[in-house]
Nanobody, 115 residues
Framework: QVQLVESGGGLVQAGGSLRLSCSTS????????MGWSRQAPGKERELVAQ????????KYADSVKARFTIFKDNAKSTVYLHMNSLKPEDTAVYYC????????WGQGTQVTVSS
């Protein structure tokens, strides 16, 4: 089992920045990728960003490219999502995930961007 705990969400004005953190514990060996998805009210969950454990592959949703950056600290078993130039449409619950034979999810953290 893999446990994921997100932190760093909150309320920010449009144009502002936030950094989300996701710490992992449990059977973290053999995790091959981690990332962030988000779900806005009335919408389906969508992939925001994903990074392989070796850092060799990173992908972003088109809507966040050039504004969001995913990176990780292997020593801390933590993955981060740095979000710049936030827009009201970025408002959602952000979920961290880890892929190890199956996808594990965190509990989510609310990000609210006011206009």
């Amino acid at each position: 089992q893999v446990q994921l705990v997100e932190s760093g969400g909150g309320l920010v004005q449009a144009g502002g920045s936030l950094r989300l953190s996701c710490s992992t514990s449990g059977s973290i060996f053999s995790i091959n990728s981690m990332g962030w998805s988000r779900q806005a009210p009335g919408k389906e969950r969508e992939l925001v960003a994903q990074i392989t454990v070796d850092g060799g592959s990173i992908k972003y949703a088109d809507s966040v490219k050039a504004r969001f950056t995913i990176f990780k600290d292997n020593a801390k078993s933590t993955v981060y999502l740095h979000m710049n130039s936030l827009k009201p449409e970025d408002t959602a619950v952000y979920y961290c995930f880890a892929d190890r034979y199956r996808r594990y999810w965190g509990q989510g953290t609310q990000v609210t961007v006011s206009s």
